[in-house]
């Protein structure tokens, strides 16, 4: 069962928040209103009161009865107006600012406060005094045009309880059609957003991220994630420390990351096939890349990475060490067939033709031991020469040194890599040459060319040279670099099969900042590969091994 947020579903959610935005909308829109309709009050009802007091201070008898002091007049004319106007109050004050008559009577002769009114001296004024209405006072101009009173008019301002009362039909018809409109919005919202959310409810987002986040940063494989454009959406730590991409972010294209081919190949899906074998550097990479569709449609591809360093230099150890047992079960048979030939004649009684037989055997042996002995200095590559040469023939293929070969040996002090790196390439291209050998009529050979080491004059440089010429098919100028390519073979590239090779050859080269190329014989003639290990410094104690070869 799926697991709820504790703040309700998503489209509880929404519609709360979408009714406390309507109801701050709504709170802001009347308060709004207010400030609006005080501002239209005061103007509009300013205006009236200043009409209903220039009325009353115009009427003949009202001047008059300030002029004279006959006060008594002046009520029915105050009360009158406000009857017809509709002004809650006014009053009718003399020169002296006495009031003379109000609809308050304890204001009666009571002194008069015009405030910031300028009748007194003669100007009409509106204004609000108290804050609570519109009060208007106009003077009273006697016949000799001295100001001989003044009529004050006012009417208060209603409260906006009582504005909302006046217009409740409206205003609550708005409330509601807001509060409809944001229901319906927030249900609506709900529905699409929950639809682009999978159904899953923010809670379960959020539960969701935290989980792929630890996942991805608990398993010891690498993940890259592409979308459709290939370009970098995920990247975990492990993939971006296997691929030594620290600066690489979202977004970035894999063109533009500096990969080799091969890699770009297998993350874009141009190499297809499973456990794709990629080298980086000096790391072995098998990678597995899966497409990822939504509802039917692709919207990217998750991308795998297994660092198989370890497990491949291992493989290649064993590869090794099958050499060594094929090399020995080749010459146990080599051994059985002479052995039998030897018993063979003993029993025809041809006793001068089996010493003839014996020494020829021993000649040809020793002549090979011999030979790669005198020419070889390094004993792991003369060793290994020695054990090919049994595999070959067995396989029907010649196995000769070049005549001009001397490879001089080199302490192990100096570079003590060297014997290992040398035996990796050699071995490699020696057994694809006599793969490519067999698989032609004829003459069947390999010839192989070393020349270097030790050191220049004593100095610190100098290189190995290695060249492998085979009378095999030979190797189209078009796949020149294709074949130094992890995993390329008509074969399925797998750890340890076909397709690794010559890769690993080419890395042990470029490592020490050699080359390795191919090149056609000549016409029907195999072909040629020309290697240069340069000789590499041995580093001082206690500065770190390099941990992959």
Known sequence: MRRRGTGGSLARQFLVWQLVVVVVLLGAVAALAAVQSAESFRETQGRRMLSVAEDVASIPTVRSALASGRYDLLPAFARSAENLSGADGIEIVDRDLVVRTSPDPARDREPFDPGDSTAPAGRAWVGDPDGRGVVAQVPVIDDRGAVAGLVSAGIRAPSPFESLAAARAETFALLGLALGVGVAGSLLLARRVRRQTLGLEPAEIVELVQRREAMLLGIKEGVVGLDTADRITLLNPVARELLELPGTRPGDHVGDLGLDERLREVLTGAA?????????????????????????????????????????????????????????????????????????????????????????????????????????????????LVAKNSQAAERGVVLALDPDSRLEPTPPERDPDLSADLVTVLGNLIDNAIDAAASRDGERRVEIGLAGGGAVDGGDDGEVWVEVRDSGPGVASELAEEVFRAGFSTKAAEIGGRGIGLALARQACLRRGGTITVQEAGTGAGAVFVATLPLVTAAPAGAGEEVLR
């Open 272 to 384: 297809a096939g499973e456990d794709q074998l990629v080298l980086r550097e000096d790391r072995a990479l098998v990678l597995n890349r899966m497409p990822v569709r939504v509802a039917g449609r692709e919207v990217g591809a998750v991308v795998t990475l297994r660092d198989r360093t370890e497990l491949t230099t291992l493989q290649h150890r064993l590869d090794t060490s099958h050499t060594v047992t094929d090399t020995l079960r080749a010459q146990a048979h080599e051994f059985s067939n002479r052995l039998h030939t030897i018993a063979g004649l003993t029993e025809l009684g041809e006793h001068d033709e089996v010493q003839r037989f014996v020494a020829g055997i021993v000649a040809a042996s020793e002549g090979w031991r011999r030979e790669v002995s005198a020419r070889v200095g390094d004993p792991a590559t003369a060793a290994l």
